[in-house]
């Protein structure tokens, strides 16, 4: 079961100050469900972007650079996402649809291997 | 940071409740700021141990510490992280990381064409199965309308008959009990569907008109009834209205102001598996004109010595609040 705390639980167990976290929130870094009372309720995912934000923080990344990274890193996991729903609509489809995907992934993929091939640069 | 409430109670992890109780007898007996006066010390320690008995004495409160689910001054713990940077991944790349979908601009922007990258894919998916065909089938869209009903037909239930968008016209059946904000869904009086698609639904959300004399609380039909200090006092039979109808009731010996009677089945009508509902009926009693006759029959009767004085309740409610006049 998924568990739902605080900002007060998240700063003490990032060892962070509140106004940090509340500036990523300002930021739409971190994205906890808001309260009516004005407070937030962060979800296991938020916890865990909290830490990920403090681990890039510990690289010295600039404040310039955060959101450049952050972008790239959600393109990135959105693009997963989407290749996972792929995936798993072809692993339910019938056998003969299966067998198709496969033939015509590998003649996409012998097609970039010739591009690349004839050094197209 | 408070102490592991264990080490201040001088107990092992697993001490009995007996052990527990034992253990901060003796320490508060040896504390306790009345007999350590002046002592901050022995005063901070001893909150200490009435908080970590107060954890400790409560089994449920003891086996979530132990678990490490609150800290040992009873506080939310969050769940420890797992070693290694596998975390923000694993959430990212689950069905919850669409929460962290990336989008164009700053936050509240107008980003229309926010990243909806696996719609993206659904949709040419689809488009590419539907193959040359152009758009294909296509279910018609639903259409909302809105309806009063009547309090009565809201109760009972009927067929109200509404004028469509189109100037068709459409029997609606409102079930029994049904109240404002219900919506109705009439399948396939939408949009008609496009190329052999479904036709879309007609919405309807309904709202009941009040009524001057019945309200509607719950399941129930509530309706004030009005009686004459005669009718009330000899128990007499008077004639109830409910929405099915008139109805004949006797009023019972000890009828009173305010009092609360069951006419069981008389209100919303019975509708698939629940039966019919009831009317509650709360008598007002009404004094009238003074006629000369009750006024006389009144002046020569003397209530009993121990008649309830009627004010009673009133009186020891206003000592319980402290205010009494």
Redesign the interface.
Known sequence: MS?I??IE??C??AGIEQHLVRQWI???WV?PDPLPDGGFAF???????V??LV?LRALEMGEAGMPVVL?L???L??????L???RE?AARAPLPVRQSLLQSLDRASASARDISGTGEA | MAQDPYELLGVGRDASADDIKRAYRSLARKLHPDLNPGDADAEARFKAINAAHGLLSDADKRARFDRGEIDAEGQERAPPPPPGGRRWREHADGAEGARYRWHRGEAGSDDADAGEFEDLFADYLRRASAGARAGGPRRGSDVQYSLTVSFLDATLGATNRITLADDRTLDVKIPPGIETGGVLRLRGRGRPGREGGADGDALIEILVAPHPVFTRDGAVIRLDLPVSVREAVLGERVTVPTPGGSVAMRLPDNADEGTVLRLRGKGIAAHGDVPAGDVLVTLRLRIGPRDAGLVEALRNWQPPPDAPDPRAELMAALRRAGGEP
């Open positions: 568990r705390v605080t639980i998240v003490r167990d300002e930021r739409d994205r979800h296991e995912i938020d916890l865990a972007r830490h990920l681990q972008s890193l959600d393109q996991h959105d693009a997963r996402r989407a996972r729903l792929v609509a």
